[in-house]
């Protein structure tokens, strides 16, 4: 007896999905199953979070999916060489500031410097990479990055990957502290907001926010370093980050201020 037509299609889509590779890999998937138990957890039913999930995939653009692929992938421990080049002292100046540093050589050079991060880490991969969120300026044949901030906001595709990064962050917090508190500890997140902020005040605004929140990370990431140096050997490593950023709502009322109707001169 011969398999019936819907038997065979199942066989057959059940093969397509073995033999397809995902373009998702376990971040993106992680983000993915945080993202839907959240939903869920509001109120959301996993039936109408499929339904919107796939309504938004269905409008995102075919030409995404061929950018992806040439997309230079993000380097986690890229900023952490960053970090180590203005903090610690074999790689500053007597003023200070981080030393120009040859790409291989005795003495200091980027490749050591990435080499403490972690031994498998390519130096001209670091420089590459590096390039692409900081001002690198090139003496000779050493380089020197021209500041401590490391921006990936545009850089061909890199800061897509550090955004899932970051966004999966987010989530891995909103989940935590959805726990009960019995249960674990809750992680810091808090948030600061104004339902009537004056849309002609944001430039100034964030000019301000730019400084203090610079400012705030610069010593929030020097105290994590000073406590990686400090552990004993044999201490359990995590991997830890704070972020700061600011949302802003769209398409919502815009609420403007009455103003007093002018008198009418005779």
Not at 20 to 43: M, N, P, Q, T, Y
Not at 218 to 239: K, L, N, P, W
């Amino acid at each position: 007896m011969s398999p019936s037509k819907p038997a065979r299609s199942t066989r057959r889509r059940q093969a397509l999905a073995r033999g397809h590779s995902s373009s998702i890999d376990s971040r993106a998937l992680e983000a993915v199953g945080r993202f839907v138990r959240i939903l869920a957890r509001a109120g959301c039913t996993p039936e109408d979070i499929a339904r919107e999930v796939g309504k938004a995939c269905r409008q995102v653009p075919k030409s995404w999916a061929h950018k992806a692929i040439a997309a230079l992938r993000e380097m986690d421990d890229g900023s952490h060489v960053l970090t180590l080049w203005f903090s610690d002292p074999a790689y500053l100046d007597p003023k200070g500031n981080p030393r120009p540093l040859p790409l291989r050589g005795a003495g200091g050079s980027l490749e050591s410097l990435a080499h403490r991060v972690d031994p498998k880490l390519e130096a001209r991969k670091v420089l590459r990479y590096l390039s692409l969120g900081v001002t690198m300026r090139r003496i000779g044949r050493r380089y020197v990055p021209r500041d401590r901030v490391f921006s990936l906001r545009g850089a061909m595709g890199a800061d897509t990957f550090h955004q899932v990064r970051n966004l999966l962050g987010m989530l891995r917090t909103l989940e935590h502290n959805g726990q009960l508190k019995r249960r674990a500890p809750g992680w810091f997140e808090f948030c600061a907001g104004n339902r009537h902020f004056p849309a002609s005040a944001r430039q100034a605004f964030d000019k301000r926010l730019r400084l203090l929140a610079t400012r705030f990370l610069f010593q929030i990431d020097a105290d994590m370093h000073r406590r990686e140096r400090a552990r004993q050997a044999g201490d359990r490593t995590v991997h830890l980050g704070v972020g700061v950023y600011r949302f802003e709502s769209e398409g919502g009322p815009v609420n403007r201020v009455a103003r007093r109707p002018r008198r009418r001169s005779r």
